[in-house]
């Protein structure tokens, strides 16, 4: 099965009426380039404009149209009235955990007895193991709460039931055909949902209930933001949610929070990172790819709860100490990641067929932890709805999958539900476990699936771009400050991307990867404009020096051993005139 050769994907320009950028220009005093880019994502009302550069928590939606808000917050706050102990399931990844410490602390702050739990990935696998049921029951708890799932979790809170607990179920997964008998079930997703956004993560869900809780004691809420706020945009991060509405507003100010932390075990976590430099910002592409990482690892590799315990921790030295237990586990994670992904990339090349509009593959052995991170990238490397499925000894089977756009994992699992034992997920990510017996039924009711969903168009890469620009309108740092008040960037808001027309390459120069290049772009004007391109320097030295192209690209400000350089960085090019 051949690569896709993602130097030719479909460039999708945005639309953008030129008076509606200068009307939203002058009226918010912002430079064209910032407004083109707002008028390409919809953003065109001025007051809508204004709201999304300068995101408020103000702006944050009533916790009460939440479903369910009422009788979780009675349960709540009777069994902090009534001195119940509460036991509190969350997940093992980074927004699993981070909602299991955020609703500990804040649980704790009240004044409740609470007993965190998070899963461990081999033992219990995904959600709620009937055996942390059973754990609850013996530890005296009379209020079962989850966070960051439970959602299809019915045998199991049907057993809370019984044993004399009452759930309450904090979720942020797509909901099945029924609701799992608990007294209450938070989740915008729900069909009866009131809620004017459903795309929170679990931590996010978590935050917003325990906000509501704040306003119902008549708590000072400026208090509570700075307490759980960087939790929270750290859980909303990590878990790929699109940073829009809500997400945006809690991401915005918990990055802020992030950094200027008390919590021991987050200071530990920055310092690990080398991200705990005063005068260093931190960005939502710190927290994607160093923090989040090393939380995750935990539960990928060892157990969650020695990240859970790091959030938890008041002691610094006992948060360092944890913190580089997490780093070291995260480099063996990338190593074992590594290999698994070899293996994966080999058994694709020779069992799939172009044809297949997804991609199925299986090996006894792969560490658990690791197939959601192969399965990303596979699904970025052959650009199809990825399933990466793990058999134990035993036979038993665990998968991960990752999708593209036009794709929702969530339905695809939902329609696969008789070949599995368990699963859930939402549109990009899911997991589930099934019977090794079961796995040729699953692949071939996967690929149909897909192929009933998704057409050859879906197939091809695309980028989208905000403008096609002249380059002198990012010919200097001044653009990247300019386009800083539209972070944070990522799912759902991404950096912003140019194109640009009708360069010449100059002074191509490989890095010792050839695969990046640094090289100089010539305009039609003579004008030089400096470029960095990762991942694809080896077809940019091919065309060699000389060569008229046009590019996608993101200015950038690189700073090393402090200094400053301005330069673009290309994510896509094409021959001039294709």
């Not at 959600?127 to 019915?154: N, P, R």
């Not at 956004?197 to 809780?213: D, N, P, R, T």
């Not at 050839?514 to 004008?527: F, Q």
Request: hydrophobic residues 40%; aromatic residues 6%.
């Amino acid at each position: 099965m051949p690569e896709v050769d993602t130097r030719y994907k479909q460039w999708t320009v945005a639309e953008v009426d030129d008076r509606a950028v200068d009307t939203l220009s002058h009226e918010l005093g912002i430079s064209p380039l910032v407004a083109s880019v707002l008028l390409s994502r919809g953003i065109s009302d001025p007051l809508q404009a204004s709201a999304y550069l300068n995101p408020s928590l103000q702006d944050l939606h009533s916790p009460s149209l939440l479903p369910d808000f009422d009788p979780a917050v009675g349960e709540i706050l009777g069994a902090k009235e009534s001195g119940k102990r509460v036991f509190v399931h969350g997940d093992y990844d980074a927004d699993g955990v981070t909602s299991a410490a955020l609703f500990t602390r804040f649980l704790r702050r009240l004044g409740c007895d609470v007993v965190p739990h998070v899963p461990h990935r081999t033992r219990e696998g995904y959600g709620i193991h009937l055996d942390a049921v059973k754990m609850a029951a013996e530890a005296g708890c009379k209020l079962f709460l989850t966070c960051d799932c439970g959602i299809s979790a019915h045998e199991q809170v049907a057993a809370a039931n019984s044993a004399g607990m009452r759930v309450v179920v904090t979720d942020h997964h797509e909901v099945g055909e029924t609701l799992p008998p608990a007294a209450a079930v938070v989740n915008p997703h729900r069909r009866d949902s009131q809620y004017p956004f459903k795309h929170l993560s679990g931590v996010g869900v978590v935050f917003k209930l325990c906000q509501g809780i704040t306003q119902e004691l008549k708590i000072d809420e400026s208090r509570f933001f700075r307490a759980y706020l960087d939790l929270a945009a750290l859980g909303t991060i990590a878990d790929v949610m699109p940073l829009i509405d809500e997400n945006r507003i809690i991401a915005s100010h918990g990055l802020t929070s992030i950094k200027h932390s008390k919590k021991p075990g987050l200071r530990s976590l920055l310092r690990v990172c080398e991200l705990d430099d005063p005068s260093r910002k931190i960005t939502a592409r710190n927290v994607g790819f160093q923090i989040a990482p090393r939380i995750n690892a935990a539960g990928r590799m060892a157990d969650s709860r020695l990240a859970l315990d790091l959030l938890l921790e008041d002691d610094p030295e006992k948060a360092d100490v944890i913190a580089e237990l997490l780093d070291e586990t995260n480099r063996q994670r990338r190593v074992e990641q590594a290999h698994a992904y070899d293996e994966a990339v080999e058994l694709v090349e020779q069992t799939h067929s172009p044809s297949d509009r997804a991609i199925v593959v299986s090996r006894e052995g792969w560490h658990p932890g690791l197939i959601g991170i192969v399965a990303g990238k596979l699904a970025e490397q052959y650009y199809r709805p990825t399933f990466v499925v793990t058999i134990d000894e035993n036979g038993h089977a665990r998968g991960s999958a990752r999708s593209i756009p036009g794709f929702n994992l969530g339905a695809a699992i939902d329609a696969a539900r008789p070949h599995l034992s368990s699963g859930g997920g939402h549109e990009q990510a899911a997991g589930f476990s099934l019977e090794a017996s079961k796995l040729e039924g699953f692949a071939l009711a996967m690929k149909s699936y897909a192929n009933s969903v998704l057409t050859d168009d879906d197939l091809v890469p695309r980028i989208e771009i905000d403008a096609i620009i002249d380059p002198s309108e990012a010919s200097n740092p001044r653009v990247v400050e300019e386009l800083a008040a539209l972070a944070p960037f990522g799912q759902g808001n991404p950096e912003p991307t140019f194109g640009c027309l009708g360069l010449t390459t100059s002074n191509i120069a490989p890095t010792s990867n050839p695969a990046h290049v640094r090289l100089s772009l010539i305009d039609t004007s003579g004008t030089p404009h400096k470029a960095m391109a990762f991942g694809i320097g080896e077809g940019l030295s091919a065309l060699g020096n000389g060569a008229k192209i046009d590019i996608v690209f993101r200015p950038d400000e690189n700073v090393f051993r402090g200094k400053a350089e301005f330069r673009w960085l290309i994510d896509d090019y094409r021959p001039s005139g294709n």
